[in-house]
Each structure stands twice: as C-alpha cells, then as structure tokens.
C-alpha cells in the first residue's frame, strides 16, 4: 500500500535536499524515502538492541498460578490506610 504525503519545503531547505538527491541520480522524492527507510531501520536496530536487556529477576509472562498467587499475596496484606 502506498500514501501520498504532500510537504513544503523552503528554498534553504529544498536546494541541499535537491542537490543531494542529484548527486545521487535520484529525485528529491526518491531521496526522501531513502533516507527515511534508512533512519527507520537505524531506529529498529537501536530499539532491538534493548531487548531482553532488563532483568526483573522472575521470568515474567501468562503464567497465570504466578499471577495468582501475586494476587493473593497483594489482597491478604494488610495496607495501613492514611
């Protein structure tokens, strides 16, 4: 699927854009999608390489006898109230 963006650009900012683009035998248009997807990608790698980097300590997830029995715990406490 494709979307139609219109943007406007000022002269200082469309003649490097244009310039850049032409240097690279492409359309200012061709330009900006390829620098887009390559700050999209840069993005998701950066994202990725957070992935399992927390530890919590306890395996986290649907298992619902740990989530239970967190419950429990939480509503047999006995919260002082202010």
Do not use: K
């Not at 690279?24 to 997807?37: C, D, F, G, N, Y």
């Not at 649907?62 to 047999?76: F, K, V």
Request: proline share 4%; glycine share 4%.
């Amino acid at each position: 699927m494709h979307r139609i963006v219109t943007l406007e650009l000022s002269d200082e900012v469309y003649q490097p854009l244009a310039q850049a683009a032409s240097a690279l035998r492409q359309t200012p248009e061709e330009w900006i999608v390829a620098s887009l997807r390559r700050q999209l990608v840069a993005y998701d790698a950066r994202l990725r390489r957070h992935f399992g980097s927390v530890d919590l300590g306890a395996p986290t997830g649907a298992d619902n006898r740990l989530i239970d029995a967190d419950l429990a715990q939480a509503y047999a406490d006995a919260h002082e109230t202010v």
